[in-house]
Nanobody, 123 residues
Framework: QVQLVESGGGLVQAGGSLRLSCAAS????????MGWFNQAPGKEREFVAA????????YYADSVKGRFTISRDNAKNTVYLQMNSLRPEDTAVYYC????????????????WGQGTQVTVSS
């Protein structure tokens, strides 16, 4: 089992950048594929990005390709989401997720979730 704690959210102007971090507990962090999802008010939770257990493979939603970068440091039990060229439509709560096995873009395939961190992008 793994516990996840996100940090790094905040308020930023359109065009700005933020880096989210997700710290994981447990000694088997490198066994988990990791993902980021977001949820805006009144909307369903949506896939943002995912990364394989080794970090060798990444996968992005079309809406963030070229702007966001997911990475991980297995020595620090941490996964990151670098968000550049932020837009007001990126405003949402961002959640870190983990699953054993291959990464996925489906929220139902992730059993472990953090509490979320708020990202607000002003126009």
């Amino acid at each position: 089992q793994v516990q996840l704690v996100e940090s790094g959210g905040g308020l930023v102007q359109a065009g700005g950048s933020l880096r989210l971090s997700c710290a994981a507990s447990g000694r088997t962090f490198s066994s988990y594929a990791m993902g980021w999802f977001n949820q805006a008010p009144g909307k369903e939770r949506e896939f943002v990005a995912a990364i394989s257990w080794s970090g060798a493979s990444t996968y992005y939603a079309d809406s963030v390709k070229g702007r966001f970068t997911i990475s991980r440091d297995n020595a620090k039990n941490t996964v990151y989401l670098q968000m550049n060229s932020l837009r007001p439509e990126d405003t949402a709560v961002y959640y870190c997720t983990a699953r054993i096995g291959r990464y996925s873009s489906l929220s139902v395939e992730y059993p472990y979730w953090g509490q979320g961190t708020q990202v607000t992008v002003s126009s």
